[in-house]
């Protein structure tokens, strides 16, 4: 068993494939009381970005003419999730998780004239992180936000609070986080991610976002063993699958995205996740025959995927290196000639 690096995403969408199912779609709730109290509950979906944001407060703008406190409500996944792997630098794929997160947990600043601004013109800088931005000492880049304090989650609730008063609706109060209250918070719109689940994998797996894939995972495991979404369900039922379903013998699960090195895998195992990952192989970026994921992390180099021959079946590989200073890419390039 060798260190997958980010080819155990491929196994971590099948885990998701199998429990929610290819056109399962993320949902949050919208809850209002008679005191005009708007409550959010969130249920994991990584795809919440400002677009989406602007879209709900414009569906939610004709229920509300206006709101009090915006309540925030993350029970859906416990708090905080601790990811083996995942440090606290500013890279986005240290980005932590959780059930309500917005524009994957990271924001994008640059400085001009001496003033900070966004870098994304749909995204408004908040002063919420203004702080966190000065502290970094960069004149440009990403923060990425913590669990610290509840960081993650108040984001969220102020870019919600910003984007309502844009559609219109007057807010007066705080945000604050809390939780539904069955009998005095009445549900007034469910959203649906516009993604179905096979849209996330296809983009997790383009763009190797850790994020996404070990939400899909806690999700997962929510969904087997109830709620609160924690890790260790997670890392269950995708042991369970791998046992049970693909009948692997030499895999260890640490988390989902292969981002920790206690990932273990053999290259025979992995080829087994690629037999049963076959239906869904054109959801893997492809370039020209070959569709395929890549991993990367110190010391380590991994590719794997599908070979399309002329008649339109497909051969597997799996490479795996675990030795500095060799990569699998150039492995790769001589099978598929060897293969012409």
Do not use: W
Not at 104 to 116: C, I, R
Not at 149 to 169: K, P, W
Not at 234 to 241: K, N, P
Not at 329 to 335: A, G, H, Y
């Amino acid at each position: 068993p060798l260190i997958p690096a980010s080819i155990l995403k491929i196994f971590t969408a099948l885990v998701a494939l199998h429990i929610l199912g290819p056109d399962f779609r993320f949902e949050t709730e919208f809850y209002c009381d008679d005191d005009n109290n708007l409550t959010i509950k969130g249920y994991g979906d990584p795809g919440l970005v400002s677009e989406v944001l602007m879209e709900i407060a414009l569906t939610l703008e004709p229920k509300l003419s206006s709101v009090n406190d915006i309540i925030l409500d993350t029970s859906y996944f416990a708090q905080p999730l601790v990811i083996p792997g995942i440090s606290s630098s500013s890279e986005p794929y240290d980005a932590p998780n959780g059930a309500l997160c917005v524009n994957f947990n990271t924001v994008f600043f640059k400085k001009e004239t001496g003033t900070y601004l966004s870098a994304e013109p749909q995204t408004p800088l908040l002063p919420i992180v203004l702080q966190r931005i000065t502290a970094s000492g960069l004149n440009e880049g990403r923060i990425v936000l913590s669990h610290n304090e509840n960081e993650i989650t108040l984001y969220s609730g102020y870019l919600f609070d910003h984007f309502l008063r844009q559609a219109g609706v007057t807010v007066t109060g705080k945000v604050a986080i809390g939780t539904v209250r069955p009998g005095r918070d009445h549900l007034i719109y469910r959203h649906q991610s516009p993604l179905t689940l096979s849209d996330t994998i296809a983009r997790l797996l383009t763009y190797s976002n850790n994020y996404t894939t070990n939400q899909i995972l806690i999700a997962a495991g929510a969904r087997r063993y109830g709620p609160p979404g924690t890790l260790e369900k997670g890392v269950q039922v995708a042991r369970d699958y791998a046992r049970c379903i693909l009948q692997l013998n030499d895999i260890h699960i640490s988390e989902g995205s292969g981002i920790s090195r206690a990932n273990r895998v053999t290259a025979h195992d992995m080829q087994k996740v690629l037999d049963a990952f076959a239906p869904y192989h054109t959801l893997m970026r492809s370039d020209g025959r070959q569709f395929y994921k890549t991993g990367t992390l110190r010391g380590i180099s991994t590719r794997a995927g599908y070979i399309e021959r002329p008649d339109g079946s497909l051969h597997r590989f799996v490479v795996l290196v675990n030795s500095p200073g060799r990569s699998a890419e150039q492995v790769t390039r001589n099978l598929i000639r060897g293969l012409e």
